[in-house]
């Protein structure tokens, strides 16, 4: 019999229980920390100095937020089920983290393609870069990003949790996720499988594919210049960018091209990998390999000393 959607929970059982849980929760509850203060301090940054107020910082602050949002979104429950070995979750929650999830990852996604466009027109197009990419259109660029994410995730959230699901409500994953959900339904759910798979066409595969084109285009550019100096220099401005896109999508794909994703071990680990060591990458990526923002944090730590040093 199926369930009314007031009376569905569901039970979120991840690895199960663990022998002894607290090293792997005080492991993941580090790296949750670490990641929050990382973003924040980014965003920070480019909020609070001017130098920083361009098209590529402005995406930068905007990828912290969408790995702030994802990570407080997904590992308080993980941290939850670590401890307890399961946790119970309500039909509203659930659709609500599923949603958050879902708009956070596809924001990403776009976000990371709008940069590639920006980092584009800066190699390829310099004399006109400041005509093409000033931060009006950056602002444009960001909140399209936002706002396609938000209204694909909506109408999929609508599709997947209009369906009757059945008892046992057991989910063998960290989240509710898309796959795990669709197994429980009561219904024939191809139909949906198939939309799902047509909203991610424009949400990850265009957006992988544009990327794609416009590194090749930048590689070409770069492969022009002469002087070694000036091809080190000029792939220095894109070499932030381009190792966050390999690691987020290269995770990303590792753990969604599996159709039996999240139902083994394996899969359970690569899930964890995506949604918590990835989101810290970001800000260690942007720190070291970018000269302003190493700059601007040396400058912070030493105005900072230089404070205590006076108190004292």
Same mark, same amino acid.
């Given at each position: 019999?199926?369930?009314?959607? +007031?009376?569905?929970?569901?039970?979120?059982?991840?690895?199960?229980?663990?022998?002894? @849980?607290?090293?792997?929760?005080?492991? *993941?509850?580090?790296?949750?920390?670490?990641?929050?203060?990382?973003?924040?301090?980014?965003?920070?940054?480019?909020?609070?100095?001017?130098?920083?107020?361009?098209?590529?910082?402005?995406?930068?602050?905007? $990828?912290?937020?969408?790995?702030?949002?994802?990570?407080?979104?997904?590992?308080?429950?993980? /941290?939850?089920?670590?401890?307890?070995?399961?946790?119970?979750?309500?039909? @509203?929650?659930?659709?609500?983290?599923?949603?958050?999830?879902? $708009?956070?990852?596809?924001?990403?996604?776009?976000?990371?393609?709008?940069? #590639?466009? +920006?980092?584009?027109?800066?190699?390829?197009?310099?004399?006109?870069?400041?005509?093409?990419?000033? /931060?009006?259109?950056?602002?444009?660029?960001?909140?399209?990003?936002?706002?396609?994410?938000?209204?694909?995730?909506?109408?999929?959230?609508?599709?997947?949790?209009?369906?009757?699901?059945?008892?046992?409500?057991?989910?063998?994953?960290?989240?509710?996720?898309?796959?795990?959900?669709?197994?429980?339904?009561?219904? +024939?759910?191809?139909?949906?499988?198939?939309?799902?798979?047509?909203?991610?066409?424009? /949400?990850?595969?265009?957006? *992988?594919?544009?990327?794609?084109?416009?590194?090749?285009?930048?590689?070409?550019?770069?492969?022009?210049?002469?002087? #070694?100096? &000036?091809?080190?220099?000029?792939?220095?401005?894109?070499?932030?960018?381009?190792?966050?896109?390999?690691?987020?999508?290269?995770?990303?794909?590792?753990?969604?091209?599996? @159709?039996?994703? &999240?139902?083994?071990?394996?899969?359970?680990?690569?899930?964890? /990998?995506?949604?918590?060591?990835?989101?810290?990458?970001?800000?260690?990526?942007?720190?070291?390999?970018?000269?302003?923002?190493?700059?601007?944090?040396?400058?912070?730590?030493?105005?900072?000393?230089?404070?205590?040093?006076?108190?004292?």
């Amino acid at each position: 019999m199926a369930n009314t959607t +007031d009376e569905v929970q569901f039970i979120l059982r991840g690895f199960g229980k663990l022998y002894n @849980p607290f090293p792997t929760f005080s492991i *993941f509850l580090i790296i949750y920390i670490v990641t929050l203060c990382g973003n924040l301090l980014i965003i920070a940054l480019v909020s609070t100095y001017h130098q920083l107020h361009t098209p590529m910082y402005l995406f930068v602050a905007h $990828l912290s937020i969408c790995d702030i949002v994802f990570t407080t979104n997904i590992i308080p429950t993980m /941290l939850k089920i670590i401890l307890k070995g399961m946790y119970k979750i309500s039909m @509203p929650r659930c659709i609500f983290q599923y949603y958050v999830y879902s $708009l956070s990852t596809a924001a990403e996604c776009l976000i990371l393609t709008a940069m #590639s466009y +920006d980092r584009y027109l800066a190699i390829t197009k310099p004399l006109h870069y400041t005509s093409i990419m000033n /931060l009006s259109v950056c602002l444009q660029l960001v909140g399209s990003c936002w706002l396609t994410g938000a209204l694909s995730t909506l109408i999929m959230v609508f599709m997947i949790f209009l369906r009757p699901f059945c008892e046992p409500n057991v989910i063998d994953h960290f989240i509710c996720d898309v796959a795990p959900l669709l197994k429980l339904s009561c219904s +024939d759910t191809f139909a949906v499988e198939v939309a799902i798979f047509l909203f991610c066409i424009p /949400l990850l595969v265009t957006p *992988f594919m544009f990327l794609v084109v416009t590194y090749v285009c930048i590689f070409i550019t770069i492969g022009r210049i002469r002087s #070694s100096n &000036g091809r080190k220099k000029t792939f220095s401005t894109c070499s932030s960018h381009l190792t966050s896109v390999c690691t987020y999508f290269g995770t990303l794909m590792t753990v969604y091209m599996d @159709p039996n994703r &999240g139902h083994s071990t394996i899969n359970k680990i690569l899930f964890l /990998l995506y949604t918590v060591v990835t989101p810290l990458f970001n800000p260690i990526i942007y720190s070291i390999k970018n000269q302003e923002i190493k700059k601007i944090i040396a400058m912070v730590f030493s105005t900072i000393r230089s404070y205590f040093k006076c108190k004292n």
